[in-house]
């Protein structure tokens, strides 16, 4: 076992810059009390809380990483709303999520500006976690691993990236804020699925994610029995000690390993 585990709180629009500092300094002392071992913690604030979470962050010498929950694919110029990747490393950020299943259906972000996306951000050095997941009627049909894998592929066609840089996060559609998490023999069948298609453009060695319903309390199945590397976590980052209570059975499942 080489790879990390990976916790990552992807706050969506909630958590104003007064409540991110306040989250971000909780999760400091709570991580300072009881450091994980072998999982790297990263947290996804809204825009323009980035600034004042990374200020804490680096202020506090603390080990949490910083993504963006969307960029633009473009470098610069007349798009009005968006945000682009130069502008995030400025500020500190350093991973980005790429095509989470609420930009896709809620804002047409398609396959091929996940691809484009996911190509800048590499080439800016900043890591993409790359969000693939099947709706209802897909996981109801003959082959979700199919549909899944195709997004993973139509992602990284071209890619031609370090493993390390990559992230896959499996988020089943049906399972996200539902309170119902898909189980460890769904996780497993589509994270070695994933992974074959992640060994087919060079990245086994790439990081696999779940998304949907995780808590303290099915976090540990999940890594242990799941197959995966860890967390995109939604509501239960929103509070610290849910948050930490993740990141410490992600890393409890770690020790047993080590
Ligand atoms: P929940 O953890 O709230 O189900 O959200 C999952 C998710 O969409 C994270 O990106």
């Given amino acids: 076992m080489t790879r990390r585990g990976l916790v990552v709180g992807n706050w969506k629009m909630n958590l104003d810059y007064v409540e991110a500092v306040h989250l971000t300094q909780q999760l400091v002392t709570l991580l300072r009390a009881q450091a994980p071992a072998s999982v790297d913690v990263v947290v996804a604030p809204p825009f323009v809380d980035l600034r004042s979470v990374t200020s804490v962050v680096e202020a506090e010498r603390a080990d949490i990483e910083v993504a963006a929950q969307h960029v633009s694919h473009r470098e610069r110029g007349a798009f009005t709303g968006e945000v682009s990747l130069d502008m995030l490393t400025r500020l500190g950020v350093s991973w980005v999520i790429v095509g989470h299943s609420e930009r896709r259906t809620l804002f047409h972000m398609d396959d091929d500006v996940v691809r484009e996306t996911t190509r800048a951000a590499l080439a800016r050095r900043v890591r993409p976690i790359v969000c693939v997941g099947e709706d209802l009627a897909v996981r109801d049909g003959d082959d979700p691993e199919a549909f899944v894998t195709a997004q993973v592929g139509a992602a990284l066609a071209g890619i031609g ?98």
């Avoid at 303290?216 to 980052?237: C, E, M, P, Q, R």
């Fill in 161 to 258: 990236a370090d493993p390390d840089a990559v992230v896959v996060a499996y988020e089943p559609i049906w399972a996200i804020g539902s309170g119902r998490s898909a189980s460890a023999e769904q996780v497993r069948a589509m994270t070695v699925a994933i992974r074959r298609a992640l060994a087919a453009h060079g990245l086994e060695g790439s990081r696999v994610l779940y998304g949907g319903s995780v808590t303290a309390d099915n976090a540990g199945t999940l890594v242990d029995d799941g197959a995966v590397d860890g967390f995109l976590v939604g509501g239960a980052s929103l509070k610290a000690d849910s948050f930490h209570g993740i990141v410490r059975a992600v890393d409890d499942c770690y020790a047993g390993r080590r």
